[in-house]
């Protein structure tokens, strides 16, 4: 990278007369982003991790608290975990070849691989609720001992979180049908990216912590 | 124009137009190495904690707490592209003070709660708690002739 920015290089080539360019020693050599937006969301998803390292500090605190109820290694399910998990990483890859072919302004498979993302986000959700609605049958529900109630609550957000990234995806994509990849749809998609990312980054911490180890004696 | 920031995984070069995100961005092949790992570093786990592998409980949760460590680094350098010259080391900054945060709050509350509950148990207090406690229980002896009968502390509860 040259000291001086290439605006002064064309200065200095192109007006010899002005001799008031100054030296290098004064300019800020760190590029200011014309947006801050994605600067913005970033510190957005930092507060969220504070959002869910309270509920992963709850369910430290709970996780072993079964009040004489079922504990996690009668509870979970893990071939079913680890079938969500994997849904989950393929939907990160998945949006990572939307990102791509966004770069590629390839707006028609953006737009598919936007679709695979939304539809294997949409399975896990599923797979989730059938859990859920499983453990409240069988009487395990939120209310019924702390450990359930820290897991469900820590599960739950982290479920909403996907939930309502899928309806931001489904909204993207109908605005990318209407108006194309605009810069602000493909700042917008970016954003996305971070959060479904995000997403999948707070997923590890859950498996690893609640369902993996909740089933340890 | 601005300089040309450094993409060590990049395979796909391409021009930064003025409309240019200012973000760092992957390559087909980062994501695939980012996946796979990834991958193993899941199956991993589950195989551990499935197959029984360890005989202590202790040793297998931390081994999967830094499998779970590992496996976010991946996330954040291969899916997030997370690295120093984001936004001007912003983000770097940002997510370091966020971890710090995390760390006092998932370490603080497992300590004082751990501490809470063994200090609270019954039978558990040290002699010097015994000195003090003499005192505070003829307090309580008295306020419990003095105050009316429970029973009607516990109609409060259907107040709304």
Redesign the interface.
Known sequence: MSAVPSSLHYVQEHHPEISAVPSSRYYVREHHPENGTLLGFWLYLMSDCLVFACLFATYAVLGRNYAGGPTGAELFDLPLVALNTALLLLSSITYGFAMLEMQRKRLRSTLIWLAVTGVLGACFIGFELYEFAHLIHEGAGPQRSGFLTSFFALVGTHGLHVSFGIIWLVTLMFQLNRHGLTPENSRRLMCLSMFWHFLDVVWIGVFTFVYLMGVLP | ???HQQHPAHV?Q?GHDD?H???D????KS??T??LL??IL?AI??W???GKVFDK?ST??LV??G??AV??VV??VY??HMNTKS??G??ML??I??VM??VI??SG??WV?YHLNHNMMPGMMSESMQEAMPESMHEMDHMQHQMPETHEMNNMHKMP
Do not use: C, D, K, R
């Not at chain 2, 961005?25 to 087909?28: A, P």
């Open positions: 124009m601005s300089g796909v391409h409309h995100l200012q973000a961005h992957g390559s087909l994501y695939v980012g996946f990834a991958v899941t786990p589950f551990l904690v499935m409980s297998t949760g999967l707490l499998f779970a496996q976010i996330h954040m899916f997030l936004e001007g912003w983000s940002a997510l003070f966020t945060l995390v709050m998932l509350s497992i709660m």
